[in-house]
């Protein structure tokens, strides 16, 4: 028989701690770790459930603390594909009534499973409603007898579960298109004036004025492309077009032009005369201001002798000039004095250097 030491005794009750611990929890809680299979903590903070995986990592299977619960998967035994483990323990059926709404191939919900779910956008009410009242537009008829925009719209603003409040309605709009067509014509009126009309012969255009069998034969007088007008050249004694651009040519000067208006422009230089030798307009005398005088040059007892002078007044505005003619001589040009013409007086008419001087004529030199 063999007994144990203290030694021994130490190392067994080591022994049976550690199977102790590793099996079953304490009031302190503890760890439960087997060879395989799930590994359990258990303490103050927390209740963990892992395992060991493939690579000697832990997984965590569940885990409970402050902050709530986790876990890897949960399976309820007997259950179905549709079903749901809701968080309070029951169970929820998927797209079945007063269960969970499920999604369609295009991931929507139908609006079958949304239940009591208002889907209507505008109701057509005559008075707005107090109770019942649901989340869209409601549309009352205007009174005033209109045809057309003849719908106000309308919204309840305030909590449909709340008591009703009148004042929570919003007006959305009342718009009224109004339309003034007096300044075009009723189909009747239109009508009307067509009934006028004239129709309009294939192949032929319509004028507001009468094209007469005048009219006609006046256009075929006129020769095609008569208005072709081209401006002929200019020719001596032609009126025609000219062009510009000549150059000056000793006193042949250019025409040119200022806008639309031709002109020449001769280089001349302006020249200054000395008139100073000349007498002014004012200075000058008048035909008016000559006249033809006898002065008076001796009185013997066979009666004056005369001359002829030409007198000009007002010469300077202010003398007279008298011009005197001297008798002619053998060697001058002049007036006749009176000797010659005395002389030339008693000579008879036709008379040459041979006639014979007449008794008559002798008698009146001694008369």
Same mark, same amino acid.
């Given at each position: ?10 190392? *067994? ?11 079953? *929890? ?7 770790? !087997? ?38 998967? #949960?399976? =309820? ?8 483990? =809701? ?22 919900? !139908?609006? /079958? ?23 869209? #537009? ?20 305030? %909590? ?9 309605? &919003?007006?959305?709009?009342? *718009? ?29 255009g319509l004028s507001t004025n009468d094209?007469? /069998? @005048? ?7 006129? $020769? !095609? ?21 000549? @150059? ?5 000067? !250019? ?18 005369? %000395? ?8 200075? @000058? ?5 000559? &006249? ?17 002078? #030409? ?20 060697? =001058?040009?002049?007036? =006749? ?13 036709? $008379?040459? $250097? %041979? ?7 002798? %008698? /009146?030199?001694?008369a």
């Open positions: 028989m063999k007994f144990l030491d203290l030694n021994g005794l130490t190392h *067994f009750w080591s022994k049976i701690k550690d199977w102790s611990n590793s099996n079953f *929890f304490s009031n302190e809680g503890g760890e439960i770790s !087997p060879k395989s299979g799930l590994h359990y903590i258990i303490n103050g903070e927390q209740l963990d459930v892992s395992k060991t995986g493939n690579e000697n990592e832990s997984i965590s299977i569940f885990n409970v603390d402050e902050n709530g619960i986790s876990a890897k998967r #949960i399976v =309820m035994t007997g259950g179905t594909a549709t079903q749901v483990l =809701m968080a309070d323990g029951s169970v929820k059926t998927l797209n079945a009534n007063n269960g969970i709404a499920g999604l369609d191939s295009n991931g929507n919900v !139908p609006l /079958a499973q949304l239940g009591n779910l208002d889907t209507t956008v505008a109701e057509v009410v005559t008075t707005l409603p107090t109770t019942n009242i649901k989340k869209h #537009i409601y549309l009352v008829k205007d009174a005033s007898g209109v045809t057309q925009n003849q719908y106000e719209e309308y919204i309840y603003t305030g %909590d449909t579960n709340a008591t009703y409040d009148a004042s929570k309605w &919003e007006k959305l709009g009342d *718009f009224r298109a109004t339309v003034d067509l007096t300044g075009y014509a009723k189909t009747t009126e239109v009508n009307a004036a067509l009934s006028n009309k004239v129709d309009k012969v294939s192949g032929k094209f007469t /069998a @005048a009219y006609k034969s006046k256009l075929d007088s006129i $020769a !095609p492309n008569a208005n072709n007008y081209s401006l002929p050249l200019a020719a001596n004694g032609a009126r025609g077009g000219i062009q510009v651009g000549y @150059a000056a040519n000793g006193k042949n000067y !250019p025409v040119q032009l200022a806008g639309e208006k031709a002109y020449v422009n001769v280089p001349w230089t302006d020249t200054t005369y %000395d008139l100073t030798p000349y007498a002014k307009k004012n200075e @000058a005398v008048g035909v008016n201001n000559i &006249e033809i005088f006898e002065e008076v040059l001796t009185v013997d007892p066979q009666g004056q002798k005369l001359a002829q002078a #030409i007198r000009f007044h007002d010469v300077n505005n202010a003398h007279t000039l008298d011009i005197k003619f001297k008798d002619a001589s053998s060697n =001058m040009n002049g007036f =006749m004095s009176i000797r010659d013409k005395n002389k030339l007086d008693t000579i008879a008419f036709g $008379a040459t $250097a %041979d006639s014979a001087i007449t008794t008559a004529e002798i %008698d /009146a030199l001694f």
